[in-house]
C-alpha cells in the first residue's frame, strides 16, 4: 500500500467514525475591539486550522467593514508576552494525542525523521522526550490564559466542524452579521484535512513551512484522530510518564479520564 492510500484510509476512517461539534452556539463579541489578534494553541492542537479559519474570517471582514486586523500563530510565549488576552485564541487538544503526533511527525533533537508507522516500542523515546518539553508548561500556560479573559477551544468539539469555528470566530470579533452568506462552509472547505494534508504532502518533510496557511510538511501524522493514543502509540511506561508530568487533576478537569493512577 502507498503512503497515499495509507492516508486516504486514514481520513476516511476519521471522517466516517467521528462527527462531533461541541462548539457553543452564541458567544459574546469580546474581540470586537482587538486590533491585534493571537493563536497561543500548542503544537499539534488544531491551531494551524484555527489560524487559517480565523484569518479567512479577518480577510472578509476587511472586505466588509475595511477594518484592519491582524493574526499571529505562537506555541511558546507566556501570558506576559502578550498585550490583551481578550484577544487570544487558545486551542487545546488531549495531551496523549498530542505528545504521540508530534512524536510522529517530527520527534526530538537527533531523532526526527518521518515517524508515522513506527511502533509503539519505537516511539517510547520520542513520546518521553517530547513530553519532557511540552508538559507540564502547556497545561499551566492554558490555565493562565483562560484566567485572563483568552477564548479556549477543545480541539475534540472543533476538529469535526471546522464551519462552526468559523461562525464562532466571526461571533468573537462581532462581525458575523457583515459577512457574505455561506462563508463558514468555504472556509472550511478550504481549510479542510484532505485540503491541509495535499500542502503538507507537497512541502515533504517538517522543516519546509508555508507562512500563508502555517502548514509544514508531515504535518498531520495522525489523519486528525482523536484518541489516537490508545491504539498504537503509548507503551504503558510512556502513558504513566505523560500523564504524571500533565497532572492527572488537569487532565480530568478537562474532560480526559487518566488511564493510570499516581502511585
Known sequence: MTASARLCGLLAVAVVAQRRCDLPTTIPPSAAHCGELDIAGGEATGSTLAFQLLSGVIVLAANATAAARTVRKRHK??????????????????????????????????????????????????????????????????????????????????VDCPEALASLFAAWLGVAERLPPGYASSLAAASSLAANSKRAAALGVFGRHDPATQIHGRHISQGGRTNAWEA?????????RVEGAIGRPWLERRGYAPATTAR
Open 77 to 158: 510565549e507566556p501570558l506576559a508576552k502578550y498585550v490583551d488576552a481578550r484577544c487570544v485564541a487558545l486551542t487545546y487538544r488531549d495531551p496523549r494525542d498530542v505528545v504521540c503526533s508530534h512524536a510522529r511527525r517530527r520527534g526530538v533533537p537527533g531523532d526526527s525523521g518521518d515517524c508515522a508507522h513506527c511502533s509503539a516500542a519505537a516511539l517510547e523515546a520520542r513520546v518521553l522526550g517530547v513530553t519532557k518539553r511540552l508538559f507540564p508548561f502547556h497545561a499551566g500556560r492554558l490555565d493562565a490564559f483562560e484566567g485572563a479573559g483568552a477564548l479556549s477551544l477543545k480541539y475534540e468539539s472543533f
Open 232 to 240: 498504537d502509540c503509548l507503551t504503558p511506561t510512556a502513558l504513566r
